[in-house]
């Protein structure tokens, strides 16, 4: 037997002063704020809620008809009016058959609902709770479809109840979702007639997430012989690498596929110990037969053999002449060129007077910044390296000391459109400083001294 459904019939007044009340809600907050919203709501619904309970039960005739066996409506309406079956008596005969009346079979005009508002209420890696409000909360339920960039039609991936929420405000949680794909939701109400029919509300807007797919860190590269070695950090999400290569001259061509997400280095062979390369490493997620991947990694540059040497030195200068120390004889007048200190220069009041110096290479007693970076460029390459001066960037390389402006540095670091340097005296105290960016747009009338045997 079928049993008679409840109908709740609200009072349209305080239905919409809950719909009122709950868009105002939502107006005044922004979305991250949204999970406070939702309880102030419920706490003014429920006053709405408390005049708005008049169920009215409806009973369905007792015609012995299971769900699904009736006829739908498809017009969606006026479905089990009343309907009065009289048999007209034949005329000849005396009106000895009774009038057979059916039990009304009325059910409420049906209010089809709409949802609206769709939002994000909350994201974390790869779930996300989506929410959104009704305008009638009159549906059976409500259907969450989803579609996604690889998977280009919705589908459906799951219900809520309909009838639950007091304040018009419902959520979903999806979890599981892949990392680099973009997902698209919309949420449609749905009726279920007394006859078992389905008749769909207004579908909502849409909304999206897309769980970050982060690019790999290079943590570091190391070089023995014709192997270098780099490491990376774990990609959360990732199914494997691909690790793209450089040489001086020409693009990024890719040398290599790692499989495995877990697999966090790579021994790469045959690389000539005179040559410098940079690397970069992409993740990648496989989806729906497709390679997804995380955006590259920061360059990395392995340098040839020779210049790791250099950078090897001036990693050991870096702490014997440590940034933020200066080179200069303020603490000890008597020192010499290897004296470092804790006070600034005052030119001003001292003039060169207590600045460091260096006799350098080229026979000028260097002071300030032009004794400092001779005096790094001998500690590199040895007092008796030959000087060869030229004005190319492009011939730059770490090591050289260059003259540009009225100041001297020492190259640590070689790039395509800048470098950074070692130097003293950058601020006028002769303070060391070791990594400023200089753009090879400052070096215009540079002279850059590289020293060779
Ligand atoms: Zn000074």
């Known amino acids: 037997m079928r049993q008679g459904r409840i109908h709740k019939r609200y009072k349209y007044t305080s239905r919409l002063l809950a719909f009122v009340l709950v868009a105002t809600m939502?107006?005044?907050?922004?979305?991250?704020?949204?999970?406070?919203a939702a309880e102030e709501a419920g706490d003014v619904a429920a006053v709405g809620t408390a005049v708005s309970g008049d169920a009215l039960q409806t009973a369905r005739s007792m015609d012995g008809n299971e769900p699904g066996n009736t006829i739908a409506d498809d017009?969606?309406?006026?479905?089990?009016?009343?309907?009065?079956?009289?048999?007209?008596?034949?005329?000849?005969?005396e009106s000895t058959v009774p009038t057979t009346q059916q039990p009304p079979t009325t059910e409420a005009p049906l209010i089809l609902d709409t949802a609206y508002s769709l939002f994000n209420v909350t994201t974390s890696g790869t779930s996300i709770k989506i929410g959104w409000f009704v305008q009638n909360n009159t549906a059976s339920g409500y259907t969450i479809f989803r579609k996604d960039n690889y998977k280009k039609d919705y589908k459906k991936i799951g219900e809520v109840a309909g009838g639950q929420s007091r304040f018009n405000m419902y959520y979903f949680q999806d979890s599981g979702l892949k990392r680099g794909v973009k997902y698209t939701y919309k949420v449609e109400p749905f009726h279920v007639r007394n006859d078992g029919s389905v008749v769909n509300g207004t579908v909502s807007n849409t909304t999206s997430y897309a769980p970050s797919f982060l690019a790999p860190v290079i943590s570091s590269s190391t070089r023995s012989g014709k192997t270098i070695t780099l490491k990376w950090k774990k990609v959360a999400g990732a199914d494997g690498y691909e690790i793209y290569q450089a040489q001086e001259k020409g693009g990024y061509k890719k040398?290599?596929?790692?499989s495995g997400g877990g697999k966090t280095s790579v021994k790469l062979?045959?690389?000539?110990?005179?040559?410098?390369?940079?690397?970069?490493?992409?993740?990648?997620?496989?989806?729906?037969s497709n390679r997804i991947f995380s955006k590259a990694s920061e360059v990395i540059k392995v340098y040839s053999n020779s210049i790791q040497k250099i950078l090897n030195k001036i990693a050991k200068l870096k702490k014997k002449y440590p940034t933020g120390k200066y080179w200069n004889l303020m603490e000890d007048p008597n020192g010499d060129s290897e004296t470092i200190s804790d006070t600034p220069c005052m030119h001003n009041v001292?003039?060169?007077?207590?600045?460091?110096?260096?006799?350098?290479?080229?026979g000028v007693l260097g002071l300030q910044c032009y004794g400092f970076a001779w005096k790094m460029s001998d500690l590199i390459y040895g007092r008796d390296a030959k000087i060869k001066n030229h004005k190319s960037y492009s011939k730059a390389k770490v090591g050289d000391v260059i003259r540009y402006s009225g100041h001297s540095v020492i190259i640590i670091e070689k790039h395509k459109d800048y470098i950074r340097v070692g130097e003293c005296n950058a601020g006028g105290t002769c303070i060391i400083l070791w990594g400023r960016k200089v753009k090879k747009s400052e070096l215009k009338n540079a002279t850059y001294s590289h020293r060779y045997y």
């Open 350 to 362: 001292y003039g060169y007077r207590y600045c460091n110096r260096y006799y350098c290479p080229n």
């Open 26 to 36: 939502v107006l005044q907050v922004s979305s991250g704020g949204i999970a406070v």
């Open 255 to 258: 040398v290599k596929t790692i």
């Open 75 to 93: 017009t969606g309406t006026q479905t089990g009016e009343p309907v009065t079956t009289t048999q007209t008596p034949p005329t000849t005969t």
């Open 269 to 288: 062979n045959k690389k000539n110990p005179n040559k410098d390369y940079r690397y970069k490493v992409k993740a990648y997620t496989k989806y729906a």
